[in-house]
């Protein structure tokens, strides 16, 4: 077994695909496959199922990639402290609903990490799809939120997904708006009063059930509904027709500006926000900063 071969290992993971990876990793695609199936051989498991989709982890591919990125990373800290070279690219890939402190702890954690080379992903995305990156490892972390209606169904998603789910905070629902609404001067916000507003939510795709709603009170109907698919433009559309979304209040001026406030919902609901991650993978030292941060950002923020 070699360094060689585990970041052939991990490529692939971060591909999906056998002969993406080989082109990233400028080498033959038989060549890869055979340094695979030697590994493989050496170890007596079977790290990738193929199938005629690509490939996948097995149970066992599973657990070997958790070791194989701890290594990877302490060869690079050696590299680093003993050899004088230059940091080796450094990968994490987080994929989470739509919310600004996880963009916000990405940033900061890019900042302490920033080196000549380096790659991170952030995927803002639909809720089935953050499940399924995380269950597939590809991305180490998900974030997402649950609550009295959705936990159940959530719950038992996750148990069969084999994902972990840990809390990072816990709130009341809060209202945005913008800060011209003719709500916004109001200490708090009821669904009479945004009736005539238009609701503002991200759509789910094919997935669109209300248990994977990023909005709380998902099954409350409205006469106004806007579907959108990306954070940027549910803002832009709060502020130019007034409308309204409901969330956890947690709000970033860097993000977002100062146009946009919020306000507290008069509900009974409480949402739970935290973390997924495969229960088969030791959280890398990336992976472990980005939740320190996460919290940070949150423990000073996050409503009362």
Do not use: W
């Not at 995380?134 to 939120?145: A, C, D, F, H, P």
Request: hydrophobic share 40%.
């Amino acid at each position: 077994m070699t360094l060689q071969q585990l970041k052939y290992i991990i490529e692939i993971v971060n591909c999906g695909s056998i002969n993406t990876a080989a082109q990233k990793l400028f080498i033959s695609q038989p060549s890869l496959s055979s340094a695979v199936k030697s590994l493989e051989q050496e170890l007596g498991i079977e790290i990738f199922i193929r199938n005629n989709r690509g490939v996948s982890l097995s149970s066992d591919g599973q657990d070997f990639l958790s070791y194989a990125r701890q290594i990877i990373e302490q060869t690079s800290l050696l590299e680093k402290r003993y050899l004088n070279k230059k940091t080796a690219r450094r990968l994490l890939a987080v994929s989470t609903q739509h919310y600004a402190f996880s963009v916000n702890a990405f940033v900061n954690l890019i900042q302490d990490y920033a080196q000549d080379e380096y790659e991170f992903i952030l995927r803002e995305t639909k809720t089935h799809e953050i499940i399924d990156d995380v269950k597939n490892m590809r991305s180490e972390i998900g974030v997402i939120y649950l609550s009295a209606f959705n936990e159940q169904v959530m719950t038992k998603i996750l148990h069969d997904n084999e994902l972990i789910f840990c809390e990072l905070f816990t709130t009341k629902p809060y209202v945005f708006i913008s800060s011209t609404h003719p709500l916004a001067l109001q200490k708090n916000i009821s669904f009479a009063d945004l009736e005539p507003y238009p609701c503002l939510s991200f759509e789910q795709g094919t997935h669109n059930s209300f248990y994977f709603s990023e909005e709380i009170h998902s099954t409350i109907s409205h006469q106004k509904n806007i579907q959108v698919s990306d954070r940027a433009t549910l803002f832009n559309l709060v502020i130019g027709l007034n409308g309204y979304t409901i969330s956890t209040g947690v709000l970033s001026e860097d993000l977002n500006g100062s146009n946009i406030i919020s306000l507290p919902l008069d509900s009974s609901e409480m949402i739970t926000v935290g973390y997924i991650y495969n229960k088969h993978t030791q959280l890398s030292r990336l992976a472990q900063n980005y939740i320190q941060k996460l919290k940070h950002y949150i423990n000073a923020r996050v409503i009362e």
